[in-house]
C-alpha cells in the first residue's frame, strides 16, 4: 500500500515518488503526468513551462548565499515502462501503481515498479518543494518519451536550458558515477505473406515460452540472459526442418528496450508426424533448459493441444522467417576495448509478431561507437531484407562520450569518497541516457549521472532499494551545496 510508502525514509523522498505513482505514465501515454508535474510547479509559484514536445521546465532561484554558485540543470524522465505479468489485468493508461515494501525492497505487484526515473522525478520535486535544501539557481527539466524514442530530449531546443552543470539522476548503482552512454538505433523489419488452409491430418499446438527474467536491454545484455523470441525460434526452426511444423501465429516479447520474457506461438504438424515431435522438441527444450539452469532457473517451454487454426503461413515465406530470425545477432556484439567490462556494442530482438498475413520484428542495437553501432545494425538489416523484409533504422540518437577531466565529476568524486569512505566506480554505462542527445545541443554544459540502487529494471521485477535510496538523497544534498562556483 502507498501508505506503508510514504513512512519510509527519507520521506520528503518517498512521498514524492507515491504521489507521482499514482499518476498514470506510461511512454507515449504522458499527458496526465505532464499535467501533474506543470500543476506541482505553478503550485509552488515557480516559472513552468511546457515546451512543443512536452517536457516541463520548472526554475527556481538560488537559496540565499549560493548565488555565487553556477547554476545547474537537474534532469529526469517522467515515462516508465509499462511491462506486466501475462497474467496480471493492470491497464497502465488508467491505474497507479500499486506498491509494496518487501525487506529492504519497494516493489510493485505484477508490474514495473517506475523507479526508472521516477525517483529522479520524486527527487527533483522534493528539491524544488523545500524550503531548507540549499542548492544554487536551478532549472529542473521533466523530459517525456525516453523510454521509446527519447523524443523529448531530441525535440528540445537549444538555448532553452541556462545551467552550466546537469545533473542527470537516471543511473542505477548506488556506488555508481557515470560519465558516458551508448546511443541506439531502431530497426523495424515488416513483410506479408499468404495465408493458406490448414493441410489435412493437422495436429494443432501452442508452444509457450515463459518464466524469464527479463531486463533492460542495455545494462542486463551482457548478462547473457534468455531471449524468449530467440528460443521460441529455436524451437520452431527445429519443428520445420525435421517435421514439416506450420507457422499460423507468433506474438512474443513487447518494448524494444526490455529484454523478452515470454512469446506464445500456435502451429499445427501432420498427424503420422506428432509422436516424433513431441519427443524431439522435448529434447530440445531439455537442452535448452540446461543450456540456461543458472541463468534462468525459471525457464519453461511448454507445448499443449490447441485449438485448429483457420490458416498457416505459405511455406516459402515461414522458412524465410525462421531463418532469418535465426541469424539476426542478439546479445553482445563487441565489448569495448578501452574501457574494462563496458558492453561497447549489442542488439535486442525485442518484438516479434506473427499474424493475419503481416510479420512485424522489432529490434533496438546500442552502441557507445557510432560506427560499429552502425555496423551492426546493416548486418541485422541485410539479414531480414535478403530475407525480403522491407527494413527500416529510425529514432537513432547519438552516445554519451566520458570525460574524464569534467569538473563537475571531480567534485562528486571526492564526495562519494568522503561520505562513503571509499572511491564511486567511474563508469560509462551500456544504457541510453538522454545526456548524449542533450550534450549534442549544449555542447559545452558539463554532465554528470548517478542515482539510487535499481535492480531489474524494464520488468515486473523492478525493485527499489531503501537503504540505497537514504544513501542517495544524502548524497544529492551535499552535491548540491558543493556545486563550484562561477568563474
Not at 32 to 55: A, H, P, S
Not at 70 to 84: R, Y
Not at 157 to 165: A, N, Q, S
Not at 269 to 274: A, F, G, L, T
Request: include cysteine.
Amino acid at each position: 500500500m502507498n501508505e506503508e510508502i510514504r513512512a519510509l525514509e527519507p520521506k520528503q523522498l518517498w512521498n514524492k515518488f507515491a504521489d507521482l505513482n499514482a499518476v498514470p505514465r506510461p511512454s507515449k501515454k504522458e499527458e496526465r503526468v505532464i499535467e501533474f508535474i506543470k500543476m506541482f510547479g505553478n503550485d509552488l509559484g515557480l516559472e513552468t513551462l511546457v515546451d512543443e514536445v512536452g517536457n516541463v521546465i520548472i526554475r527556481k532561484p538560488a537559496t540565499p548565499g549560493m548565488e555565487n554558485k553556477k547554476p545547474i540543470v537537474l534532469q529526469s524522465h517522467l515515462d516508465m515502462v509499462h511491462q506486466k505479468n501475462s497474467d496480471s489485468n493492470f491497464d497502465f493508461e488508467n491505474q497507479g501503481i500499486d506498491m509494496h515494501v518487501e525487506g529492504d525492497w519497494v516493489k510493485a505487484k505484477g508490474t514495473t515498479l517506475g523507479a526508472d526515473n521516477g525517483l529522479g522525478v520524486a527527487t527533483m520535486m522534493a528539491i524544488l518543494e523545500s524550503n531548507k535544501i540549499e542548492h544554487p539557481e536551478l532549472e529542473a527539466l521533466f523530459t517525456v518519451d525516453e523510454e521509446t524514442g527519447m523524443t523529448g530530449a531530441m525535440g528540445l531546443k537549444p538555448g532553452l536550458l541556462k545551467g552550466d552543470i546537469l545533473l542527470n539522476l537516471d543511473t542505477e548503482e548506488d556506488d555508481e558515477i557515470g560519465i558516458g552512454c551508448a546511443g541506439g538505433v531502431d530497426i523495424t523489419a515488416k513483410r506479408t505473406y499468404k495465408e493458406e488452409p490448414v493441410p489435412e491430418n493437422s495436429v494443432p499446438y501452442k508452444i509457450v515460452v515463459k518464466g524469464l527474467k527479463g531486463g533492460h536491454s542495455g545494462m542486463d545484455i551482457i548478462k547473457g540472459l534468455g531471449n524468449a523470441n530467440k528460443l521460441m525460434n529455436r524451437v520452431l526452426f527445429g519443428g520445420f526442418e525435421k517435421f514439416g511444423l506450420r507457422l499460423s501465429l507468433i506474438n512474443g516479447g513487447g518494448l524494444r528496450n526490455a529484454i523478452p520474457r515470454e512469446s506464445e506461438a500456435v502451429v499445427t504438424v501432420d498427424e503420422i508426424q506428432k509422436k516424433d515431435f513431441l519427443d524431439e522438441t522435448g529434447k530440445l527444450i531439455q537442452e535448452i533448459q540446461q543450456e540456461y539452469k543458472s541463468l534462468e532457473p525459471k525457464l519453461n517451454i511448454e507445448i499443449s493441444e490447441t485449438h485448429l487454426p483457420k490458416k498457416v503461413m505459405e511455406v516459402g515465406v515461414q522458412e524465410l522467417l525462421v531463418k532469418a530470425l535465426y541469424a539476426a545477432h542478439n546479445g553482445v556484439y563487441r565489448m569495448s576495448p578501452e574501457i574494462e567490462g563496458l558492453v561497447e556494442t549489442s542488439n535486442n530482438v525485442a518484438r516479434v509478431e506473427v499474424e493475419n498475413g503481416e510479420i512485424e520484428i522489432l529490434c533496438l542495437t546500442r552502441s557507445s561507437v557510432e560506427s560499429s553501432k552502425n555496423d551492426l545494425a546493416n548486418s541485422i538489416r541485410s539479414g531480414f531484407e535478403m530475407a525480403g523484409f522491407e527494413v527500416e533504422l529510425s529514432g537513432a540518437y547519438p552516445g554519451w562520450a566520458p570525460n574524464k577531466d569534467s569538473a563537475i565529476l571531480k567534485v562528486l568524486d571526492s564526495l562519494y569518497q568522503k561520505m562513503n569512505g571509499q572511491k564511486a566506480e567511474v563508469a560509462a554505462c551500456h544504457a541510453g541516457l538522454e545526456c548524449g542527445i542533450l550534450g549534442h545541443e549544449y555542447p559545452e554544459m558539463d554532465m554528470i549521472s548517478f542515482g539510487p540502487t535499481i535492480r531489474g529494471a524494464h520488468s515486473p521485477d523492478e525493485r527499489a532499494s531503501i537503504s540505497s535510496a537514504q544513501k542517495y538523497w544524502d548524497f544529492v544534498l551535499e552535491v548540491l551545496k558543493n556545486i563550484p562556483e562561477k568563474e
